[in-house]
T-cell receptor, first 112, second 115 residues
Framework: SQQGEEDPQALSIQEGENATMNCSYK?????LQWYRQNSGRGLVHLIL?????REKHSGRLRVTLDTSKKSSSLLITASRAADTASYFC????????????FGQGTELSVKP | GAVVSQHPSWVICKSGTSVKIECRSL??????MFWYRQFPKQSLMLMAT?????????EQGVEKDKFLINHASLTLSTLTVTSAHPEDSSFYIC???????????FGPGTRLTVL
C-alpha cells in the first residue's frame, strides 16, 4: 500500500505566488524525495532530503523534513506557469534496498 | 545525469496478447531496477524490484505469473505483460539504480492500451 499521503490533492494559484505541498508517511525512512511529473510524462527528480536533515534548498524549492511528525513539505517560491505539474513525495523505507513508496501526489496549477 | 530509456513509448494490443516493455540504463550499470504502474490521475505503485541475475521481488497483490520480469544484464530489464486485458491498460514506468541505492533514475514510461 502507498505509504505517503499528500495534501492538498489539488492546488491552484496565480503566477508569482508560493505553493506549499505537504507529505506524511508512516514508517522509518532513509530519505524522502520529491518528484515532478508533467501530464503523461516521466518523472523528474527535484530534491532528496536524508532522514538526518531538516531542511534543504534547491533554487526556488525548499523542502523540510520532520521525522518526529513523519512529515515533509515542499515549497515552491515565486511560481511560474511552467511549474504546472503533479508533484509526488516518495519515501525510501529504512533497510529496504532503495525501494521508493510514492504519495498520492498534488496537482499544481499555476495560472498566468 | 544518468539516462534510462524505455521501449516502446506506447503500445496498443489486443486482449489476450502479450506485450514486452524494455528498460535500459544507457550510461551506467543498474544493479537494481524497479517497475511501477500508474493509472490515470493516480500515483505510481511499485510492482516489483529486480536485481541483476536474480528473481524479481513482487509487491503484495502483483501477480508474478502475469507480469514477468527479467533482469538479465546490468543495463536491461524487461517487463512482459502476459495475456493482457483492458484492465492492464496503464502507464508503466521503470527506474534504475546503481551503486547508490538511494538514487533512482526514471525512464520516460510506456503507455499500454489493451483493446
Amino acid at each position: 500500500s502507498q505509504q505517503g499521503e499528500e495534501d492538498p490533492q489539488a492546488l491552484s494559484i496565480q503566477e508569482g505566488e508560493n505553493a506549499t505541498m505537504n507529505c506524511s508517511y508512516k514508517t522509518s525512512i532513509n530519505n524522502l524525495q520529491w518528484y515532478r511529473q508533467n501530464s503523461g510524462r516521466g518523472l523528474v527528480h527535484l530534491i532528496l532530503i536524508r532522514s538526518n536533515e531538516r531542511e534543504k534548498h534547491s533554487g526556488r524549492l525548499r523542502v523540510t523534513l520532520d521525522t518526529s511528525k513523519k512529515s515533509s513539505s515542499l515549497l515552491i517560491t515565486a511560481s511560474r506557469a511552467a511549474d504546472t505539474a503533479s508533484y509526488f513525495c516518495a519515501t525510501g523505507p529504512y533497510n529496504q534496498g532503495g525501494k521508493l513508496i510514492f504519495g498520492q501526489g498534488t496537482e499544481l496549477s499555476v495560472k498566468p | 545525469g544518468a539516462v534510462v530509456s524505455q521501449h516502446p513509448s506506447w503500445v496498443i494490443c489486443k486482449s489476450g496478447t502479450s506485450v514486452k516493455i524494455e528498460c535500459r540504463s544507457l550510461d551506467f550499470q543498474a544493479t537494481t531496477m524497479f517497475w511501477y504502474r500508474q493509472f490515470p490521475k493516480q500515483s505510481l505503485m511499485l510492482m516489483a524490484t529486480s536485481n541483476e541475475g536474480s528473481k524479481a521481488t513482487y509487491e503484495q497483490g502483483v501477480e508474478k505469473d502475469k507480469f514477468l520480469i527479467n533482469h538479465a544484464s546490468l543495463t536491461l530489464s524487461t517487463l512482459t505483460v502476459t495475456s493482457a486485458h483492458p484492465e492492464d491498460s496503464s502507464f508503466y514506468i521503470c527506474s534504475a539504480s546503481g551503486l547508490a541505492v538511494n538514487e533512482q533514475f526514471f525512464g520516460p514510461g510506456t503507455r499500454l492500451t489493451v483493446l
